[in-house]
């Protein structure tokens, strides 16, 4: 560890308790908000999350919600820095925009200028690595810690290892997310910049903007005072994640910070105050391929659109972790939410549940179908029916034994997270629909007919 690296993590753990939120959401948005937080930790038994909204252009509600740590317990706090995996590309891209700003470097240049030894490095350029249209190989698609990997390495190794491998395919003819892209180009950071990353960034990045409370993990592991990660094996109990050795999480998903420093960045990447204009444009434009075919991808994000508004979005997953950052450019919006636990979805699942409260949206109007067939499904998992509801057919397919499998083998689920249709069209005289049914560890399938009269002649729950 660098020593300019070690007074900037001191720095950052004496400044935490300073968070706080600049206004306020109404009572009634904070109550929605926490009803719809605790429930999704309920379903899928994720341990806590840590969350930030900016609403007009402000901090407006910072909360945490159940335990950061299980052994021994402790709550979680908005103080608190979970890593954001990742979410740190942007921040790596960024540091690329800088330097070209300063005519130090361009996105076109060929990787060969700075990385001649790596595969096919005259025909990469700098934004292929950013928009993930390069070809190299991820080092680390999958969403556990392999035992390689909880050893220390280099940005060197990984780079030896899999940027030289022949690439995945030609360069700029396709999209496929790479670890690598971020690790090579951190490399060329440090190169054009004469300095570590982690110091440009915080230098150029974490300062100006108040970020004073991120923390690098690729270099040492979280202190005590923040959350433990954890991982489950199938449906077992949760235990703690192992860690990344240092140096596997560079440049690619090194950072850890509370979500209010996410979102003091967010609040410039919607006011665009800390780039110049151009690299706006550069990062938050969605990268064609060769061929002309768009991507979603700009330079270290996705771009898209949710609920109808233009949005900026990244996830990040690392050992014990899962974030979740959403920017509503056009309404001065945005969602963080941390959580400490792998493989899960409970942190898009959170920031997708509160989106309409964030943006003031109006309640979607029930899908009636959608609405029956819930009641339908939460009755056979406690293991009754209204028999009015069905043809005889069906009653009588709907026997004690029906009943009681049904029952026994919905009831344990608990219930579920989403029940969405997804299809429906005529058929045999009866309307005919499919509704997906989503739970945290699987997903169900029911399938339903349905008579010009309204009753039942089919209901089925299908793996």
């Known amino acids: ?74 709550e979680a706090t908005p103080q608190m820095q979970y890593p954001i995996g ?65 050893v220390p390495t280099t940005a060197q190794h990984i780079l030896d290892v899999w940027g030289k491998k022949p690439l995945d395919f030609d360069p700029g003819t396709q999209w496929q997310y790479s670890n690598t892209n971020y690790v090579i180009a951190g490399r060329i950071v440090e190169q054009v910049s004469g300095m570590p990353l982690i110091d440009l960034l915080k230098k150029r990045i974490f300062l100006p903007l108040g970020m004073d409370n991120v923390y690098d993990t690729d270099a040492s592991k979280l202190p005590a005072t923040d959350p433990t990660g954890y991982e489950r094996h199938a449906l077992g109990p949760q235990r703690a994640a192992p860690l990344e050795g240092a140096g596997w999480m560079f440049a690619a998903g090194e950072l850890a910070m509370p979500p209010h420093d996410l979102a003091l960045w967010d609040i410039s990447m919607m006011n665009r105050s800390l780039l110049a204009p151009a690299s706006y444009q550069q990062m938050l ?63 898009s699942l959170i920031a997708r549940r509160i989106t309409p409260t964030v943006l003031g949206l109006p309640a979607p109007a029930p899908n009636k179908d959608e609405a029956q067939a819930l009641s339908i499904f939460n009755g056979l998992a406690d293991g009754h029916i209204d028999r009015t509801l069905f043809t005889k057919y069906c009653n009588a397919y709907f026997n004690q034994q029906t009943l009681e499998d049904f029952a026994s083998s919905l009831k344990p689920l608990g219930p579920p997270l989403t029940f969405k249709q997804t299809a429906q069209e005529a058929r045999g005289g009866m309307m005919f629909r499919i509704f997906t049914v989503t739970f945290p560890d699987r997903d169900l399938k029911v399938t339903t007919y349905q008579i010009p009269d309204g009753k039942f002649e089919q209901y089925l729950v299908i793996p």
């Not at 948005?29 to 379903?43: F, G, R």
């Not at 700009?298 to 979740?324: P, T």
């Open 1 to 74: 560890m660098s020593k300019s690296l070690v007074i900037f993590t001191l720095v950052s753990l004496t400044i935490v308790p300073a968070l706080r939120a600049d206004s306020t959401l109404p009572e009634d948005a904070k109550a929605t908000i926490d009803a719809a937080v605790n429930q999704v930790l309920s379903s899928t038994k994720v341990p806590s999350a840590s969350i930030a909204i900016v609403k007009d252009g402000r901090i407006a509600y910072l909360q945490a919600y159940g335990l950061a740590r299980l052994t021994p317990l402790m």
């Open 285 to 347: 434009t969605p990268v064609p391929l060769k061929d002309g075919s768009a991507t979603s991808y700009g330079l270290g994000v996705d771009i898209g659109k949710r609920d109808g508004h233009n949005i900026i979005e990244h996830s990040g997953e690392v050992s014990g972790f899962v974030s979740e950052n959403i920017v509503f450019p056009d309404d001065h919006a945005a969602i963080i939410v941390l959580t400490n636990e792998m493989a899960t979805h409970a942190a």
């Open 86 to 150: 990742s979410i740190s590309k942007q921040f790596t891209a960024a540091a690329v925009l800088l330097l070209a700003q300063e005519h130090k470097l361009t996105l076109d240049d060929p990787v060969s200028n700075y990385l001649p030894d790596l595969a096919r490095a005259n025909e990469v350029t700098i934004r292929m690595l950013l928009s993930h249209t390069s070809g190299y190989q991820d080092y680390w698609p999958e969403d556990y810690v392999m035992t390689s990997m909880m």
